[in-house]
Nanobody, 121 residues
Framework: EVQLVESGGGLVQPGGSLRLSCGAS????????MGWLRQAPGKGLEWISK????????AYVDSVKGRFTISRDNAKNTLYLQMDSLKDEDTAVYYC??????????????WGQGTQVTVSP
């Protein structure tokens, strides 16, 4: 059974930083592209970033480029999202997402329970 467990969310002031982690189990972590999604209050699920199986290729939605950094540690089956220069509009529940393989241009097939990130003075 695929399990994705996010942690590291919390309350942070604008301009601050947080690092999210996602522990993965139940599948071959190094054999899956991984990513992050988020859902802001009253809005739909938004894709924000993904990383290739080896970590050598990454992609971001324009709104987080230059502020967020995705990374992975295949030895620890863990995905990370370093979030810097946080803005009010980054407030959302953040979800770790798994893709079905190392193919880059396919849709994610599962995600975790999420961790709340609140950016507020």
């Amino acid at each position: 059974e695929v399990q994705l467990v996010e942690s590291g969310g919390g309350l942070v002031q604008p301009g601050g930083s947080l690092r999210l982690s996602c522990g993965a189990s139940g599948f071959t972590f190094s054999g899956s592209v991984m990513g992050w999604l988020r859902q802001a209050p009253g809005k739909g699920l938004e894709w924000i970033s993904k990383i290739s199986c080896t970590g050598g290729n990454t992609a971001y939605v324009d709104s987080v480029k230059g502020r967020f950094t995705i990374s992975r540690d295949n030895a620890k089956n863990t995905l990370y999202l370093q979030m810097d220069s946080l803005k009010d509009e980054d407030t959302a529940v953040y979800y770790c997402a798994k893709y079905p393989s190392c193919k880059w241009s396919v849709r994610h097939d599962s995600w975790g329970q999420g961790t709340q990130v609140t950016v507020s003075p």
